[in-house]
């Protein structure tokens, strides 16, 4: 019985996890990205297939104190499809997210487009626990 008994704690406790998510802060309305941009922005964008395209991961020190928030990701992609000259345009809260998303957004890589594209804009969204696009 006793056995049972420190088995099944034994259990209860391999299922306790750390990384559950919890929230802290209210997760901040989103942008609306069209009105960061100019009318000659990324002309040609809409055509663009991603080859590589991995979301950035939460980073830990958010996660752990539950911060939620965004980025919009100012990028141009080249004639070969790499990224080049990424930066973050504006961020909530400012700062949190900034480096996931320029690490993540450098190493996507596009089908190569029929010209060079300059100050395209992604909406990163880092919420409950998790990176998603905006749209």
């Not at 990384?19 to 009318?39: E, H, L, M, N, Q």
């Not at 040609?44 to 919009?72: C, H, M, N, V």
């Amino acid at each position: 019985m006793r056995t049972g008994l420190f088995f099944a704690s034994l259990c209860l406790t391999a299922c306790g996890s750390t990384t559950i998510f919890t929230p802290r802060s209210a997760y901040p309305p989103d942008p609306w990205v069209k009105g960061y941009s100019d009318v000659d922005d990324c002309i040609g964008g809409e055509q663009l297939a991603a080859l590589d395209f991995d979301l950035p991961a939460y980073p830990k020190g958010s996660f752990r104190s539950g911060q939620q928030g965004w980025t919009i990701v100012r990028l141009d992609v080249d004639a070969d499809g790499h990224t080049q000259k990424v930066r973050i345009e504006r961020s909530v809260p400012q700062g949190a997210f900034d480096s996931a998303s320029r690490k993540a957004v450098e190493a996507w890589r596009f089908r190569p487009p029929k010209a060079p594209l300059s100050d395209c804009r992604v909406l990163l969204r880092y919420r409950a626990g998790e990176t998603s696009l905006g749209g």
